[in-house]
């Protein structure tokens, strides 16, 4: 069927562009001494960076480029989500931050004490607001030798601790500190990428590529918390 065969018009449109890259990627192979780099798997996070900054650049030669180089390693082209223990680890936090505000919606007030109990002489007991004006703190749970009196103590510490832990802040501050660290990513990836496309020598070109690396390492480090 003819539905089956690429169009005219598209297949001279490949043929072309694909002499077009050939030109390119020779060109830089002279210039700067690249020859099968490309074909390393150590540089998944440099090639992604490399696609998006020279999308910005303009030349769509440089962006078929990396995408190919992508492609032959099955690379996508999005760079790489924060590693999976990362990301556990903040869905982790999410997750107990709900939990810690869904508990403060049902306490009336804090701190959650461990103290001798009212209605039974040295027994310890743990103590709370119970909402009521001019009440404040009330037992609400006597130890009878359950428990050990530190596991009590322990009980209301903990209580304490989560209550009073600002866990959006802290998921705030993460996603602050994730922001800053893909800033510092870009600037190394645009000055390496700027340094890099100049005729330098290959001690020098080496370098750049350490700089790309270490923009990949930093990306590395984020946390994933806004993904």
């Not at 180089?69 to 680890?89: E, I, Q, V, Y």
């Not at 750049?208 to 918390?225: D, F, N, P, Y």
Request: charged share 30%; hydrophobic share 45%; proline share 3%.
């Amino acid at each position: 069927m003819a539905d089956e065969a690429l169009h005219p018009l598209t297949n001279d449109l490949v043929d072309r562009f694909a002499l077009a890259l050939k030109e390119k990627l020779l060109a830089s192979q002279i210039k700067y001494g690249w020859a099968d780099d490309w074909a390393r798997d150590d540089w998944q996070e440099r090639c992604q960076a490399s696609l998006l900054d020279h999308i910005g650049k303009g030349d769509p030669r440089d962006v078929a480029a990396f995408a190919a180089f992508m492609w032959h390693h099955d690379w996508p082209t999005a760079t790489r989500p924060a590693s999976k223990a990362d990301s556990a680890l903040v869905g982790e936090l999410r997750e107990k931050a709900e939990q810690a505000d869904a508990a403060k919606r049902n306490l009336h007030g804090l701190p959650v004490l461990a103290m001798e109990s009212d209605t039974h002489k040295g027994k310890l007991a743990l103590w709370c607001d119970n909402g009521l004006a001019g009440v404040g703190q009330t037992c609400v749970a006597v130890n009878l030798g359950e428990f050990p009196d530190e596991q009590i103590k322990a009980i209301a510490a903990l209580a304490n601790i989560a209550a009073t832990t600002d866990f959006a802040a802290i998921l705030a501050a993460l996603s602050d500190r994730d922001v800053v660290l893909e800033e510092a990513a870009k600037k190394i990836d645009q000055r390496a990428s700027y340094h890099g496309d100049q005729d330098q020598g290959p001690r020098r070109q080496a370098a750049w590529k350490e700089a790309r690396e270490c923009a990949a390492t930093i990306r590395a480090l984020k946390g994933g918390v806004d993904g």
